[in-house]
C-alpha cells in the first residue's frame, strides 16, 4: 500500500484546465467550455446550438473551420473532465475585460435562443453565469435583448413561445 502511494506521488499530475488546452489560449478554451455547457445545460444539444457555437468561434477566433473543431473538441474534453464549470468563468472573468465579458455573455445567450426555445435551466445557468462573470443586470440584460434580436426570435403577442421571424 506504501508502495502504491509512493509511486502516485512520484507521477505526473493530471492535466487540469489550466495546463490543457495547446495550442489554444486559456482563456478561449475556457469561452468555449461555457459555451458548450450553455447548450447541453438542459440534456438536449439541438444541432442549432452546436452550429451556432461552431459559427462563434470560427467568427469570434478568426478560425478555420478545421481549427474551430479542433478548439470546440478541447473545450469539451476540459469541459467533460471538470466538476463545476465555476473554473472555466474564473477564467472568463479574470482574462477578458468588462466589455468583453459582456459580450460572451450575449454569445452565451445566442446558444441558448439558437434552437428557437429557452429552457429554465438555461435562463438559471446564464443568470449564474453572468454574476460569476461580473456583468451587471442592466449590461446582462442589454446583452440577451441584443442576442435574442441577432438570432432573429420574436416573441408573440398571444404566447410566451418564441419563433423565428
Known sequence: ?????????????????????????????????LLIEAAQIDRSTATYEMAAIERIVHERFGLEPGVAGELIATARIQLDASLEDWIFATVVREGFSGDERAEILGLLWEVVYADGRLARLEESLLQRLARQLRVGKAVSETARAQAFARVGLRRPADSGAMERE
Not at 12 to 33: C, H, L, N, S
Open 1 to 33: 500500500m506504501l508502495h502504491n502511494l509512493m509511486n502516485l506521488l512520484g507521477r505526473t499530475p493530471p492535466a487540469t484546465p489550466a495546463t490543457i488546452g495547446a495550442p489554444f489560449a486559456r482563456r478561449d478554451v475556457a469561452v468555449v467550455a
